[in-house]
């Protein structure tokens, strides 16, 4: 399946296209390791641009941003320089002020990465608040169409 450059939500999953450019490896050609956390962060933020709830328009319109919480990750085989990952992301849960999402990223068939995060909706005066309606409604649009529940992948991958 090929992906437009801000990738595609299907069945409950966004999906982003990431090409590996040399900067983002080590001298061995692997990609570095706080590179995958860059590329969920872009897959993050382009699956809720998709849904019309952008993080500028989140902070113009609702005066709130998003924040990482918590996160746990774990690297399970390295990418390369020029491979073609996808990451995907999905939406475990939302409940008040958090969002939990489950984040991998693969090339063709192969699992590269996989982490499990908590991202906060934060007021200007950087306490909590609830999710505002646009992000809220954004969120309720990751339910996937079939009867397969997402499955929870803890930080030792099992």
């Known amino acids: 399946m090929t992906l437009?450059?801000?990738?595609?939500?299907?069945?409950?999953?966004?999906?982003?296209?990431?090409?590996?450019?040399?900067?983002?490896?080590?001298?061995?050609?692997?990609v570095y390791y706080a590179n995958y956390l860059k590329f969920a962060e872009r897959a993050r933020s382009e699956a809720i641009r998709a849904l019309g709830a952008s993080h500028g328009r989140l902070r113009d319109e609702?005066?709130?941003?998003?924040?990482?919480?918590?996160?746990?990750?774990?690297?399970?085989?390295?990418?390369?320089?020029d491979d073609d990952l996808v990451v995907h992301t999905r939406v475990l849960s939302a409940t008040g002020?958090?969002?939990?999402?489950?984040?991998?990223?693969?090339?063709?068939q192969t699992r590269l990465f996989?982490?499990?995060?908590t991202v906060v909706c934060v007021a200007k005066s950087g306490r909590p608040t609830r999710l505002p309606p646009p992000l809220a409604?954004?969120?309720?649009?990751?339910?996937p169409q079939t009867s397969a529940t997402p499955k929870v992948i803890k930080a030792n991958g099992r």
């Open 4 to 30: 437009p450059r801000e990738g595609r939500l299907f069945d409950g999953v966004h999906r982003f296209p990431v090409h590996v450019y040399y900067e983002d490896t080590d001298a061995g050609g692997v």
């Open 62 to 81: 609702s005066g709130v941003v998003l924040a990482v919480h918590r996160l746990a990750a774990e690297y399970l085989a390295p990418a390369h320089l």
């Open 97 to 108: 002020a958090a969002i939990d999402l489950e984040q991998e990223i693969t090339r063709a």
């Open 114 to 117: 996989v982490m499990t995060c």
């Open 137 to 143: 409604a954004a969120v309720a649009l990751f339910t």
